[in-house]
């Protein structure tokens, strides 16, 4: 049996507007600043997720491709955060400018959505219902229970990749 666990990685942000964006995610998403520390390697603040999960702010350094901030390449595997309270978290993205993707619904029923964050990191929401009227302060509340979204351009082809290859088996199909 094959299982999957996120514990968390890094979002990326400019040296220049490494303050700015622990405040962007500590309003705007509800998040705590546990603590900022300047490394050999960039700056890093750690921020806490008020259900679950702790995410690493972290400084581009460098001229490695995959850090880079010029949004030439955006990739198709989307981890998932949860949105608690859906109605109220799009109103408050409304109201502070914040831009957001059409809403889809997933084959769990849960709506999903995709978030424009500080400096353009996309973020994809997944909506828990079950916490409707919890977390009243926090517009993304953890990790959500779908880990996560690998976009393909073949389905047929994925499937049998991911079979051969990892051992997977598909149990539904929509």
Not at 7 to 24: A, L, T
Not at 71 to 82: A, I, M, N, P, Q
Not at 127 to 145: I, K, M, Y
Request: hydrophobic share 40%.
């Amino acid at each position: 049996q094959m299982v999957f666990r996120w514990d968390g990685g890094f979002i990326m942000v400019s040296w220049e507007k490494f303050e700015e964006g622990i405040e962007w995610y500590t309003k705007h998403f509800g998040w705590t600043c546990l603590d900022s520390v300047i490394t050999p390697v960039g700056k890093k603040a750690f921020l806490k997720m008020p259900r679950l999960g702790v995410v690493t702010l972290k400084s581009f350094e460098g001229d490695f491709e995959h850090f880079s901030s010029d949004g030439k390449f955006e990739g198709h595997t989307r981890v998932g955060f949860e949105v608690a309270n859906l109605d109220v978290t799009l109103s408050y993205f409304e109201r502070e400018g914040i831009e957001v993707s059409n809403m889809i619904t997933l084959p769990t029923g849960q709506v999903s959505f995709d978030i424009h964050a500080f400096e353009n990191a996309r973020f994809t929401a997944i909506h828990n219902n079950s916490l409707e009227g919890q977390f009243l302060e926090a517009r993304v509340t953890g990790f959500s229970d779908v880990n996560v979204r690998i976009g393909v351009n073949n389905l047929s082809k994925a499937v049998t990749w991911y079979q051969e290859n990892l051992g997977l088996k598909l149990v539904e199909q929509h």
